[in-house]
């Protein structure tokens, strides 16, 4: 069965630190991978998205990168972290071979930036 | 392009009583529809959803869905809901083809004992 991680669980950086948070999959090959975030009351914002190796979507343009450098690694990064980055950081996975294009979500990552 | 309403951003309920979330869609193609719960501090989590074929779509934890195309809706019931029930729900909508599922606001649910 297929099964998606996330780390850190749980993260607190001051203003202007560095990120980097990782999510893996396994189980499966050539899976669709998303980055989304949750801020305080507010719904999913997708912020990212990656249909294969090196292949990047971005959605909103922010402060944030994201990288695939293996099949099933996602790495989502900054190099300077504001205020309004923290929130609820959610990485998911989709099958390439889906037409529905329902998502499989890893269990999250807190992220508070103080 | 398509886009997800989510009318309620919470509905509190007494505990036993029957709840629905409201979901409605707009697309000029087909669509496939989802429910995801999304408990505190965790991932989401597929509830059910709609390919083609029955209306009526029954999922996890006793919910159930009906696709209404004329109405464009696609709520999301429980005959008798439970304290463990407490979370948000998400309405999703995608379209063949694309990589995206395109998502309401969340609703939260509020189990009142």
């Known amino acids: 069965s297929q099964t998606i991680h996330q780390w850190p669980a749980t993260l607190v950086q001051p203003v202007g630190s560095p990120l980097s948070l990782e999510c893996t999959v396994e189980g499966t090959s050539n899976p669709n991978l998303y980055w989304y975030r949750q801020a305080a009351g507010r719904g999913l914002q997708l912020l990212f998205y990656s249909v294969g190796i090196g292949q990047i979507s971005s959605e909103v343009p922010q402060n944030l990168s994201a990288s695939r450098p293996q099949d099933r690694q996602f790495i989502l990064s900054s190099k300077k972290l504001l205020l309004s980055d923290s929130g609820f950081y959610l990485c998911?996975?989709?099958?390439?071979?889906?037409?529905?294009?329902?998502?499989?979500f890893g269990p999250g990552t807190r992220l508070t930036v103080l | 392009a398509q886009s997800v309403t989510q009318l309620d951003s919470q509905v509190p309920v007494f505990e036993e009583a029957p709840v629905e979330l409201r979901c409605n869609y707009s697309?000029?193609?087909?669509?496939?529809l989802f429910w995801y719960v999304q408990y505190p501090n965790q991932g989401l989590q597929l509830l059910l959803k709609?390919?083609?074929?029955s209306t009526l779509v029954k999922g996890i934890n006793g919910f159930e869905a009906e696709f209404n195309k004329s109405q464009t809706s696609f709520h999301l019931r429980k005959p008798s809901v439970h304290i463990s029930d407490t979370a948000e729900y998400f309405c999703?909508?995608?379209?063949?083809?694309?990589?995206?599922?395109?998502w309401g606001a969340g609703t939260k649910l509020i189990i009142k004992p």
């Open positions: 709609y390919l083609s074929g």
């Open positions: 998911a996975w989709s099958g390439r071979d889906r037409q529905d294009n329902e998502q499989f």
């Open positions: 697309s000029s193609v087909s669509v496939y």
């Open positions: 999703a909508v995608s379209v063949r083809s694309n990589y995206q599922l395109i």
